[in-house]
Protein backbone atom coordinates (compact mmCIF):
# COMPACT_ATOMS: atom_id res chain seq x y z
CA UNK A 1 0.00 0.00 0.00
CA UNK A 2 2.64 2.81 0.84
CA UNK A 3 4.48 1.53 -2.48
CA UNK A 4 1.47 2.53 -4.29
CA UNK A 5 0.97 5.85 -2.59
CA UNK A 6 4.78 6.83 -3.31
CA UNK A 7 4.50 6.09 -6.98
CA UNK A 8 0.52 8.47 -6.85
CA UNK A 9 2.56 11.39 -4.96
CA UNK A 10 5.65 11.08 -7.80
CA UNK A 11 3.05 11.02 -10.75
CA UNK A 12 1.26 14.08 -9.32
CA UNK A 13 4.88 15.31 -8.24
CA UNK A 14 6.00 14.51 -11.73
CA UNK A 15 2.91 16.87 -13.03
CA UNK A 16 3.05 19.62 -11.31
CA UNK A 17 6.67 20.02 -12.25
CA UNK A 18 6.49 19.77 -15.82
CA UNK A 19 3.70 22.36 -15.87
CA UNK A 20 5.73 24.85 -13.64
CA UNK A 21 8.63 23.79 -16.00
CA UNK A 22 6.37 25.27 -19.05
CA UNK A 23 5.56 28.51 -17.31
CA UNK A 24 9.48 29.04 -16.43
CA UNK A 25 10.19 28.24 -20.16
CA UNK A 26 7.96 30.21 -21.93
CA UNK A 27 8.39 33.71 -19.51
CA UNK A 28 11.89 32.83 -20.77
CA UNK A 29 11.11 32.45 -24.53
CA UNK A 30 8.60 35.81 -24.20
CA UNK A 31 10.77 38.10 -22.01
CA UNK A 32 13.89 36.85 -24.25
CA UNK A 33 11.88 37.75 -27.36
CA UNK A 34 11.31 41.07 -26.17
CA UNK A 35 15.04 42.09 -25.46
CA UNK A 36 16.13 42.30 -29.09
CA UNK A 37 19.76 42.57 -30.18
CA UNK A 38 20.12 46.08 -29.89
CA UNK A 39 20.07 46.44 -25.92
CA UNK A 40 16.86 47.61 -26.37
CA UNK A 41 13.45 46.69 -24.69
CA UNK A 42 9.90 45.82 -26.87
CA UNK A 43 8.02 48.66 -24.43
CA UNK A 44 4.88 48.36 -27.23
CA UNK A 45 2.97 46.63 -29.74
CA UNK A 46 4.89 46.25 -33.29
CA UNK A 47 8.33 47.99 -31.30
CA UNK A 48 11.15 46.94 -33.66
CA UNK A 49 13.00 43.72 -32.90
CA UNK A 50 9.94 41.55 -32.59
CA UNK A 51 10.85 37.41 -32.77
CA UNK A 52 7.86 36.74 -35.63
CA UNK A 53 7.52 33.98 -38.45
CA UNK A 54 8.80 36.86 -40.81
CA UNK A 55 11.50 37.61 -38.58
CA UNK A 56 14.07 35.16 -39.25
CA UNK A 57 18.02 34.60 -38.75
CA UNK A 58 18.32 35.37 -42.29
CA UNK A 59 17.03 38.60 -42.32
CA UNK A 60 17.83 39.59 -38.33
CA UNK A 61 20.17 42.39 -38.30
CA UNK A 62 19.17 43.16 -42.19
CA UNK A 63 19.00 46.78 -41.53
CA UNK A 64 14.57 46.67 -41.45
CA UNK A 65 13.75 46.92 -37.50
CA UNK A 66 13.96 43.35 -37.38
CA UNK A 67 16.69 42.02 -34.87
CA UNK A 68 15.82 39.42 -32.18
CA UNK A 69 18.86 38.74 -30.63
CA UNK A 70 20.36 35.24 -30.77
CA UNK A 71 19.37 34.31 -27.09
CA UNK A 72 15.80 34.98 -27.96
CA UNK A 73 16.24 33.10 -31.08
CA UNK A 74 17.33 29.72 -29.08
CA UNK A 75 14.99 30.17 -26.33
CA UNK A 76 11.72 30.10 -28.86
CA UNK A 77 13.37 27.47 -30.70
CA UNK A 78 13.76 25.08 -27.48
CA UNK A 79 10.16 25.85 -26.77
CA UNK A 80 9.05 24.96 -30.08
CA UNK A 81 10.81 21.80 -29.27
CA UNK A 82 8.44 21.08 -26.51
CA UNK A 83 5.63 20.89 -29.63
CA UNK A 84 7.31 17.05 -29.98
CA UNK A 85 8.43 16.58 -26.31
CA UNK A 86 6.38 13.14 -24.67
CA UNK A 87 6.60 14.98 -21.84
CA UNK A 88 4.46 18.15 -22.51
CA UNK A 89 2.19 15.86 -24.95
CA UNK A 90 -0.73 16.18 -22.73
CA UNK A 91 0.33 20.29 -22.21
CA UNK A 92 0.19 20.82 -26.30
CA UNK A 93 -2.29 23.51 -26.39
CA UNK A 94 -0.51 25.31 -23.83
CA UNK A 95 2.60 24.93 -25.40
CA UNK A 96 0.93 26.15 -28.50
CA UNK A 97 0.03 29.63 -26.88
CA UNK A 98 3.11 30.01 -25.19
CA UNK A 99 4.65 30.10 -29.03
CA UNK A 100 2.45 31.76 -30.35
CA UNK A 101 2.71 35.12 -27.67
CA UNK A 102 6.44 34.30 -27.75
CA UNK A 103 6.38 34.93 -32.12
CA UNK A 104 3.37 37.86 -31.68
CA UNK A 105 4.75 41.32 -32.68
CA UNK A 106 1.51 42.09 -30.81
CA UNK A 107 2.93 41.57 -27.36
CA UNK A 108 5.51 43.56 -25.77
CA UNK A 109 7.33 43.09 -22.02
CA UNK A 110 4.22 44.90 -20.86
CA UNK A 111 2.15 42.06 -21.29
CA UNK A 112 4.35 39.16 -19.62
CA UNK A 113 1.67 39.68 -16.74
CA UNK A 114 -1.03 38.47 -18.99
CA UNK A 115 1.16 35.92 -20.50
CA UNK A 116 1.65 34.31 -16.77
CA UNK A 117 -2.06 35.00 -15.92
CA UNK A 118 -3.08 32.79 -18.99
CA UNK A 119 -0.25 30.05 -18.24
CA UNK A 120 -1.14 29.54 -14.72
CA UNK A 121 -5.28 29.41 -15.57
CA UNK A 122 -4.68 26.85 -17.94
CA UNK A 123 -2.23 24.54 -16.14
CA UNK A 124 -3.36 25.32 -12.62
CA UNK A 125 -7.26 26.11 -13.16
CA UNK A 126 -8.37 24.50 -9.73
CA UNK A 127 -5.07 25.69 -7.52
CA UNK A 128 -7.20 28.35 -5.40
CA UNK A 129 -3.81 30.05 -3.76
CA UNK A 130 -3.19 31.07 -7.63
CA UNK A 131 -6.17 33.10 -8.23
CA UNK A 132 -4.60 36.33 -7.39
CA UNK A 133 -2.02 35.33 -10.44
CA UNK A 134 -5.05 33.99 -12.91
CA UNK A 135 -6.75 37.26 -11.99
CA UNK A 136 -5.03 40.50 -12.91
CA UNK A 137 -8.06 42.78 -11.88
CA UNK A 138 -6.72 42.02 -8.18
CA UNK A 139 -3.22 43.18 -9.02
CA UNK A 140 -4.24 47.03 -8.37
CA UNK A 141 -5.87 47.84 -5.40
Not at 55 to 66: F, K, N, P, S
Request: hydrophobic share 45%; net charge positive.
Amino acid sequence: MAKFSLNVVNSVRYVIVSRFRLIAKSLAAFIAAQMPGDASLRLSADAAGALSSSCTAVTAGAGAGCSPSQQARQTAAHLDSLRTNKQYASLRHTVDMAIESVMSPQMSLRDANMLLSRLVAALFPDVSYLEIIRRPSLWTG
